[in-house]
Structures are given as structure tokens and as C-alpha cells.
């Protein structure tokens, strides 16, 4: 059989295809294949007649087995996000555009172990060393014993790291740059990117150093290229934020040793990232009340409740195909929610644009989410602005009904803690409130919403007679 001396590897999902092409059949990208040289997989070795496997023995799912022990970094906000801090032996890939900050909160964990006197191990493939020590004295952790390096080279850096005790924690930044002499492929490829994690994930099995990836993602939001790693390490989180904004949001995608869809919040500030110890109120500030199209949504980050503001602006089109856009939202759950306003609410929204933004840049996954983007939207439509102490939260089905969600406990104490003193909420299914939370008012269909908003514009308009000619007039819509 002749033997295949090369392949194509598209750089984006690792497809592998014999000839080139112009466009990955499996992932639908184009211009990603690149030629590698064929492995000398496991197809090579038997052919020369591996030697036989090792006997080992098979074990039951009961026995004794401890609880992970954890290395906590003290920095609270990360520790929320690994699950009670960094287990050893693990793989933690953490993903961000660049420019996020991936760095900087890599080396403040870093300085956090060291002094736990902890053997701490920083390399940076992307920096010389001068820059990270500039960072480093930039954020007043300078003295800190960690030990840093410029490399690239695997091979090299496990040699290096063989000697002395294993360090506690281990920092690669970023995948994309290391390479390793047994992947026959140019750096910075699938295949390279893979060999290189492939082996350091090895060395952290069997050294039990915690070791953390950084990948860098591409605009879309996919850990460019190496997605492959996704699947091989113990933890994905992934940094976000927006440039405009000045916190950012460390959220757990995958954890093999802890919950996922924890998040937590930090602030960019001149000295380095902060912990936000209450978000809620981060993403509150400078709130404006009192315009119409804004209502307060009472979310879930995994286990934290987190409340964020909701604005919509509804206005007449001139385009015979009206616009609808989202920041921060899913955009199919806003036209789920429009279409069932137009069909149970008895509002007109196909001759208005809708624009809805979750304030601060943060995005929302939940449907939870669904009653307060309602309420936001019909507040705008009608220009009725809605109680500013009130917070909402429901998911709305295609028939108009508020189901209830989860956890509505937590968000009803997250509002009480914050100062709000009202709560409209699905159906009384879980009532969940204390004495002591916000006073809770049942929704439990989208036209009761409807109504509810409608009746509070019909009262504004008669006590905004005497001011400017109101913007909007479209109540008579409702
Ligand atoms: P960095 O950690 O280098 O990002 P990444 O590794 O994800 O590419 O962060 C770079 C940005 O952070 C840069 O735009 C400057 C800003 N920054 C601050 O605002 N304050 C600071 O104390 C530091 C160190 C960085
Ligand atoms: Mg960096």
C-alpha cells in the first residue's frame, strides 16, 4: 500500500482530508486546510509490532475516595469559578480575546500562590520576561517568588521544570505558541497546538502540578483553532468583557471538579483586576429609572443571583422590513418574545424597529429572562415607564403563560438586598420569598402584563399633561 507522506488538517475543528479543499466540509469554514505531515499514529507503531500492554487491574465504583483536595488562590472571585480553587493535577484552559486581561489575572493568581509559598511557574510564550516583570511592577507584585521564563519549546520545559519539586501551579500563556518536536507540523497549528496541551496535560497527571492554558479566541467567540483542547483538559472558563467596559466576567464553561455556569466579576482597574464582591450593584450603577424602556431582571449566574438592567427602545420604522437588534441576549428568544406579544398581548410591534440591550455588557443565557425584556418592551412601546424599585423574572411559553423558573428564592433576596421592594413573578407555583424580601405580585400570563403597564401609561399621561409633548403616542396601540 503506498504510504500517505502528508494530509490536510483544517485549522479550525482538526478535520483531516486527504487532498486540499477550499472549504471544510465538517465545520463549513473556508481556506483553514493547511498540509502536516502524516503521523506515526497508532496505525505505524503496530505494523513494527508494538510490545504487548501492561496488565492492569479493574475497580469497582465504590471505595474510599476523598474529595478533591484544593489549592485555594484567595482570590475569591477565581476560586468561585474553578469550584473551591485549583485542583492538583488538573488542566484548566482559560480562553479571551486579546487584550482582556488573560495575563494580568494569571500572573495576580500566580503572586497569590507564591506567597502560600507554593512553587509557582509562569511561562510566557507571547512576552519577553522584561515585559511581564513591567506588569508585574506595574501591579505591585514584584517581590512575589514566582518563577517566570520566555519559552516555547515543550520539550524544553518539562526538561527545565523535572528539576526541583513540581510546582503547585503552572501557567502557559498561551497554547498557541508552545511546540513540541514531536508533532511534524509548523508551530501554531492544530496538530501542534494539540501534541503541546497532549503533553502537558501528561506532565500534570503525573506530577500532580495544576496546570493553566491560556487559548486565545477568535472574534466569534471559539478558542481559535486548538478547539480540540476544549475536550482534553479539566476546566474550560473563558474571560469576557467588553472594551468599552470595565469589568469582566471569568465564567466556568466545562469543570470536571465543580459546577459550571459560575461566574465571576472583576474590575480592570490602573492597579491590576479587583474582585467585584456585588455585582448586582455594578450593574446597576448609573441606572436611569425614570426613562421608559428599562426594567430590572433578576438573573442567575450559576449560583449567584445577579441583577442587571434590561433596556428596550421600540420606535416606528421607516424600513419596510423592520430591524431588530440584541446586544446581550439571545435574538431568537427576542423574537419568541415579540411574536408572542403580538399574538397574546395584543400589541402591533411589525411596524416598530427593536433594539434591546442588557446594560454593562454582560450576556444573558437564562429564559428567565424573558418576563423582564417583555415588561422593558412594552414600557418602551407605550412609554410608560416602569416602577423603578420593581424587578422582574419568568419564562414565557408561545401561549402567552409565565412558567415558573428556578432559584426564585435567591433572586427574591438578591432584590430585597439591593433595595427593591416589589418583584413581578410567574404564577405562585414557588413562592420562595421570605417575610422579609420584596412584595411578590403573580404574573402568570404576558396579557395581565400587558394590561398592567398600559394602565400606568394611561395614568403618567394625565400627569404629564403640563410638560413637553410626550416623544411617544403609540398607547393606543395596547
Ligand atoms: P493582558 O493581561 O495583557 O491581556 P491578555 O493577556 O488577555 O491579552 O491585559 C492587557 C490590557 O489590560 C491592556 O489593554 C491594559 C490593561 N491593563 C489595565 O488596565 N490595568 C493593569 O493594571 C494592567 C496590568 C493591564
Ligand atoms: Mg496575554
Known amino acids: 500500500m503506498a504510504r500517505v507522506l502528508s494530509r490536510f488538517v483544517c485549522q479550525t475543528c482538526g478535520s483531516v482530508a486527504q487532498r486540499w479543499q477550499g472549504r471544510c466540509e465538517d465545520c463549513g469554514e473556508w481556506n483553514t486546510y493547511v498540509e502536516e505531515g502524516a503521523p506515526s499514529g497508532i496505525g505505524a507503531k503496530a505494523a513494527a509490532g508494538a510490545p504487548r500492554g501492561r496488565i492492569f487491574a479493574l475497580e469497582g465504583l465504590t471505595g474510599s475516595q476523598a474529595e478533591a483536595p484544593r489549592i485555594r488562590s484567595g482570590i475569591a472571585e477565581l476560586d468561585r469559578v474553578t469550584g473551591g480553587g485549583f485542583v492538583p493535577g488538573s488542566v484548566i484552559l482559560i480562553g479571551g480575546e486579546p487584550g482582556i486581561g488573560k495575563s494580568t489575572l494569571l500572573i495576580q493568581a500566580c503572586a497569590a500562590l507564591a506567597a502560600q509559598k507554593r512553587r509557582v511557574v509562569y511561562i510566557s510564550g507571547e512576552e519577553a520576561v522584561a515585559q511581564v516583570r513591567l506588569r508585574a511592577e506595574r501591579l505591585a507584585l514584584s517581590k512575589a517568588p514566582v518563577e517566570l521564563a520566555a519559552e516555547t519549546s515543550v520539550e524544553d520545559i518539562l526538561a527545565t521544570l523535572q528539576e526541583g519539586v513540581a510546582p503547585a501551579l503552572l501557567v502557559i500563556d498561551s497554547i498557541q505558541t508552545m511546540w513540541t518536536a514531536r508533532a511534524d507540523a509548523a508551530p501554531g497549528t492544530v496538530t501542534q497546538v494539540r501534541a503541546s496541551a497532549q503533553a502537558l496535560i501528561r506532565y500534570a497527571k503525573t506530577t500532580g502540578s495544576c496546570v493553566i492554558l491560556v487559548g486565545h479566541v477568535t472574534k466569534d467567540g471559539q478558542i481559535a483553532g486548538p478547539r480540540v483542547v476544549e475536550h482534553m483538559v479539566d476546566a474550560v472558563a473563558s474571560f469576557e468583557g467588553d ?45 436611569d429609572a425614570s426613562s421608559p424602556g428599562t426594567a430590572v431582571f433578576a438573573g442567575m449566574e450559576g449560583t449567584r443571583p445577579l441583577l442587571v438592567e434590561i433596556q428596550a427602545l ?23 418574545v415579540l411574536a408572542v406579544l403580538e399574538a397574546h398581548g395584543g400589541l402591533r410591534l411589525g411596524q416598530h424597529d427593536v433594539y434591546l440591550n442588557v446594560a454593562g455588557g454582560l450576556r444573558i443565557q437564562e429564559p428567565a429572562a424573558d418576563l423582564a425584556v417583555a415588561a422593558a418592551l412594552i414600557s418602551s412601546l407605550t412609554g410608560a415607564q416602569l416602577p423603578a424599585e420593581t424587578v422582574y423574572f419568568g419564562e414565557i411559553g ?38 422579609s424580601g420584596p412584595a411578590t405580585e ?25 410638560r413637553p409633548a410626550p416623544v411617544r403616542q403609540e398607547s393606543a396601540n395596547v
Open 314 to 336: 421600540v420606535s416606528p420604522t421607516s424600513l419596510g422590513t423592520p430591524r431588530r437588534a440584541v446586544v446581550g441576549w439571545d435574538p431568537s428568544r427576542l423574537a419568541m
Open 243 to 287: 472594551g468599552g467596559h470595565q469589568f469582566r466576567i471569568l465564567r466556568a464553561v466545562k469543570n470536571r471538579f465543580g459546577p459550571t455556569d459560575e461566574i465571576g466579576v472583576f474590575e480592570m482597574t490602573g492597579a491590576g483586576l479587583s474582585e467585584v464582591r456585588n455585582p448586582s450593584a455594578l450593574f446597576l450603577s448609573g441606572r
Open 442 to 466: 403573580s404574573c402568570g400570563h404576558i396579557a395581565v402584563l400587558v394590561a398592567d403597564i398600559a394602565q400606568r401609561s394611561s395614568r403618567n399621561e394625565g400627569r404629564q399633561r403640563q
Open 398 to 435: 408561545l401561549s402567552g403563560a409565565v412558567r415558573p423558573v428556578v432559584h426564585a428564592g435567591a433572586r427574591l433576596k438578591e432584590a430585597a438586598k439591593l433595595g427593591f421592594a416589589r418583584a413581578v413573578i410567574p404564577a405562585p407555583a414557588e413562592s420562595g420569598g421570605s417575610d
